[in-house]
Structure formats: structure tokens, C-alpha cells
């Protein structure tokens, strides 16, 4: 019903920037929050940034001030810029969205298929 295609990612060196993307396509009534998430080796998935179909935005520490979350309603998708990365930042990094699809009555979290970003040197 919904599908989530995620582009972006790499190789970079420390220091450099990469974009991600996401774009969500189905039977999609609304989307309340869009998000990222990553997941690096030997760790838990943990929250990256995330913003509401309001447009406010929260953001793990360790990105504050080096990523901006953003999103185009009319498009359905979710970008995450990512400045200044350093090697702590690798990790597989996946989009997620809160979604009411046609037909439904609930709401129902849906994944991204991952996408590798690598900092080194």
C-alpha cells in the first residue's frame, strides 16, 4: 500500500556532507511524522532528527547543529542534510513516516530500505 525509496548516502570524508532522501508513494491520505533513524554496527537504532506535518523538529545531540531534517508535504518526502560528518556518523540510516493511507482509519509506521553512509578518511 505504501512504500518508502530512499536515496542518497556514501562514502565521504570527515568533514564533508552528504544529502539523504525519501520519498513516500502509495494510497497516502496524510503523514504526521516523518523521521530518520540509523543504525550503526553492534547498536541499537537510534532517532536521528524527526519533524511533524506541522513542521517542528526534534534532534539527537549528536547532530545538533550539523543536520537539518526537512520535508515537502505536497511531495511526500523527507530529506536529511548532513554537514560536518565525522566516522561516528556511519551507519546504515533509514527514513520512517507516520502514515494514514486511504481507507484506513489508524495510523501505521512505515520503513525505509536503508542506506549506507560511511566517514572515513
Known amino acids: 500500500q505504501v512504500q518508502l525509496a530512499q536515496s542518497g548516502g556514501g562514502l565521504v570524508q570527515p568533514g564533508e556532507s552528504l544529502r539523504l532522501s525519501c520519498a513516500a508513494s502509495?494510497?497516502?491520505?496524510?503523514?504526521?511524522?516523518m523521521g530518520w533513524y540509523r543504525q550503526a554496527p553492534g547498536k541499537e537504532r537510534e532517532l536521528v532528527a524527526e519533524t511533524t506535518s506541522g513542521g517542528s523538529t526534534n534532534y539527537a545531540e549528536s547532530v545538533k547543529g550539523r543536520f537539518t531534517i526537512s520535508r515537502d508535504n505536497a511531495k511526500n518526502m523527507v530529506y536529511l542534510q548532513m554537514n560536518s560528518l565525522t566516522p561516528e556518523d556511519t551507519a546504515v540510516y533509514y527514513c520512517?513516516?507516520?502514515?494514514?493511507?486511504?481507507?484506513?482509519?489508524?495510523?501505521?509506521?512505515?520503513w525505509g530500505q536503508g542506506t549506507q553512509v560511511t566517514v572515513s578518511s
Open positions: 520512517n513516516c507516520n502514515v494514514l493511507p486511504y481507507g484506513f482509519t489508524r495510523r501505521y509506521v512505515y
Open positions: 502509495g494510497r497516502i491520505l496524510s503523514i504526521s511524522t
